[in-house]
C-alpha cells in the first residue's frame, strides 16, 4: 500500500506542538497542556504522531484518512468528564508507548501488538459515564443489565469501539486490510489489554505479578501478554508516577469526578460511595490510603519483576510522601485546632462563670413610693 497524505488537520499542526512532543519518549508529558495546544484533540495528535513514527499503518494495511477518522470518533465520543475523557485517554496512550519505546518492549512485541496496545490505550475509556462499574451495578443500569454485572464499564469500551470499526459508511474500519486470522488475534488482544484497566481485579493481578516475579523473572518479561498487560495498568495508575505538578492536576480531576459520583448517589437516596462524599472529603487521607492499597504494591511487584521500571516506583514513592506528610500535617493542625477550640471554650465558660458572680441591681420600693436602688453580690447556688 502506498504512503497517503496526512489528514490536513495535522498537516498544520504548528511547531509549538510538534516541539511540544520532542522524540515521543516523555513520560512526563502534559497531556492537559498538549489538549489546549491542539483545540482539544490530543488523541487524534498524539495517536497519529505514534503510529506514524513506527510506521504501524503500513503494517495492517491501513490507510491515515481511515485511521484518522476512527480515532477522530473515538475522541469525539469521550464524554466531557472532568476524568475519563479523551484527555486521559491521550495520556494513557502516551504511558503504553513510553513502556515500548523507553523499556524496550518494541524488542519483543510484534507490529500487530504494538498496534493493539496502542488502540487499547486509546479506546480503553470509551464513552466512560463518569461513575463507576459498582454505581451501575447498584442502579440497575442497562449497561450492567447486558454485561451481567462484570467489567460492566470495560465490555462496553471494547464493544463501541468495535461497533464504530463496523459502521457501514463510515470509513473507520482500521483492521479492513488484515487477514481474518489477523483480525481475530488483534481483536482477543485488544480486548484482554482493555479487561485489564479494571480496577476491581486489581489486587488480584498484583498478587500476580508478585507470584511471577518469585519464580520466573526473566522469562515473564519476554511473553509479550504479561507486557502489554503491565504497559496498560501501569500507564492507567501513570498519574500516580508523574512529577508532581501533574500528579496534582490529575488528582484534583479525579477527585472532582468521583465527588460528582457521591452526589448523585445522595440525590438518589444510595448510600455515598467511598472516596465519592465531598461535604466530607479528605483528599490527602484518600490519596495516602489509594497509594497504601493500590498504587504502592503494584509498582513494587513491577519493579521486582523487573528492575527497568524503578524510575517510574521512584516517582510514585515521591507522591506518596508528599500526601503521606500533607495528611500528618493536616493531623496535627486539627489536633491543634481541636486544641484551640477546647482553649476556646474554657475560657467562655470561666467568663460565663465571672458574669454569675458580678453584682447584680434589685431594685426596692413601695407600692405608690419612689423606687430605690441596692446594689448587691449575687452568690453561686
Known sequence: MGRMAKPTELKELSDDV????GDLTDWNLDVLELSELTNGRPLLVLSFAIVSHHELLLNIYCSNQTFSKFISRIEAGYLKNPYHNNNHAAD????????????????VITNHQMFSLLISAAIHDFEHPGVSNNFLIRTKSSLAVQYNDDSVLERMHVARAFAIMQEEGAQCNILKGVSNEDYVSIRRTIIETVMMTDLSKHLDYTARVRSMAANQKSANMT????????????????????ILPIHL??????????YMQGDRERIMGLKVSAFCDRDHGDIPKSQVGFFTFIV?????????LDPRFEPIKTAVLENYKYWKQKFE????????SSAKLNTMRLIAIKETEKKEEKVVVVVEGEEGGEAKVKVGEKTKE
Not at 504479561?226 to 501501569?234: E, N
Open 18 to 21: 510538534r516541539d511540544f512532543l
Open 296 to 304: 504502592n504494591p503494584f509498582f513494587s511487584a513491577i519493579v521486582d
Open 249 to 258: 492536576k490529575w488528582t484534583a480531576l479525579i477527585t472532582e469526578e468521583m
Open 329 to 336: 500535617g493536616d493531623k496535627v493542625m486539627r489536633r491543634l
Open 92 to 107: 494513557v496512550l502516551n504511558g503504553c508507548h513510553h513502556f515500548v519505546q523507553v523499556f524496550g518492549f518494541k524488542d
Open 223 to 242: 511473553n509479550a501478554s504479561v507486557m502489554l498487560q503491565i504497559a496498560i495498568k501501569s500507564s492507567d495508575l501513570g498519574h500516580c508516577a508523574k
